[in-house]
């Protein structure tokens, strides 16, 4: 049985990138491992800021040992130059991920926040106070990059999937749920932990009241 999942969730940005780490149990019990942002300084050349994001994921998940790393996937934007500099990013964060030998996941804004809202239009407000609640912490994570990348983190702990890759077919369907004919041995098995856990009577956190 899977005791517990360590996931890396990463909000991409040049100028600030979020990185919230989080363990996830078979229950769906989220607790915060920790959470922090990358700056890099807009004066400094695009290869040097680069650099410094790869080495901050590289000593992250040298330090914390996550078995996965989950990234906010990009959507195109009408400030090109913005896009790019988080393309570049998610390509970093990606390389980072390969290079330690862990799974590699992306899932868009909106899953992340339907996973700790339940509604893929929640504002910035609205996830940090569901990641606080979610993660029992005594104040919001600071900033919103910070807290999108622990929502990233619980999305991928709690749905799973998220390959990103287009000529296959994402492995989450629209309802949020893994197609088992995607699933790896490794999520199966996953999956089946937090299916015993729920017939036991755990309680989803999504549902918790407010």
């Known amino acids: 049985m899977v005791s517990q999942q360590r996931v890396l969730g990463i909000d991409p940005g040049l100028t600030r990138c979020g990185?919230?780490?989080?363990?996830?149990?078979?229950?769906?019990?989220?607790?915060?491992?920790?959470?922090g942002?990358?700056?890099?300084?807009?004066?400094?050349?695009?290869?040097?800021?680069?650099?410094?994001?790869?080495?901050?994921?590289?000593?992250?998940?040298?330090?914390?040992?996550?078995?996965?790393?989950?990234?906010?996937?990009?959507?195109?934007q009408e400030n090109l130059r913005s896009v790019i500099g988080v393309a570049q990013v998610?390509?970093?964060?990606m390389v980072a991920g390969a290079?330690?030998?862990l799974d590699v996941a992306q899932h868009t804004p909106s899953?992340?926040?339907?996973?700790?809202?339940?509604?893929?239009?929640?504002?910035?407000?609205?996830?940090?106070?569901?990641?606080?609640?979610?993660?029992r912490l005594d104040s919001p994570p600071q900033?919103?990059?910070a807290a999108d990348a622990l929502a990233q983190a619980i999305c991928h702990g709690w749905r799973g999937g998220g390959s990103g890759a287009d000529d296959v077919g994402e492995m989450v369907s629209a309802g949020g749920a893994v197609r088992a004919s995607a699933r790896t041995p490794a999520q199966r098995q996953w999956a089946a932990a937090q299916?015993?856990?729920?017939?036991?009577?755990?309680?989803?956190?999504?549902?918790?009241?407010?």
């Open 19 to 35: 990185l919230g780490c989080v363990d996830i149990d078979p229950r769906r019990r989220a607790r915060l491992v920790e959470v």
């Open 37 to 76: 942002v990358v700056r890099t300084s807009p004066g400094s050349s695009p290869e040097q800021r680069l650099l410094a994001v790869a080495e901050a994921i590289e000593d992250w998940i040298a330090r914390l040992g996550p078995s996965v790393v989950s990234i906010e996937r990009v959507f195109a």
């Open 90 to 93: 998610i390509g970093v964060a």
């Open 99 to 101: 290079r330690s030998g």
């Open 111 to 135: 899953e992340a926040k339907a996973a700790v809202t339940g509604s893929g239009r929640a504002d910035k407000v609205q996830v940090q106070r569901m990641v606080t609640r979610i993660l």
């Open 143 to 145: 900033p919103a990059d």
């Open 195 to 210: 299916a015993a856990a729920r017939r036991t009577g755990a309680v989803d956190p999504r549902r918790v009241r407010r």
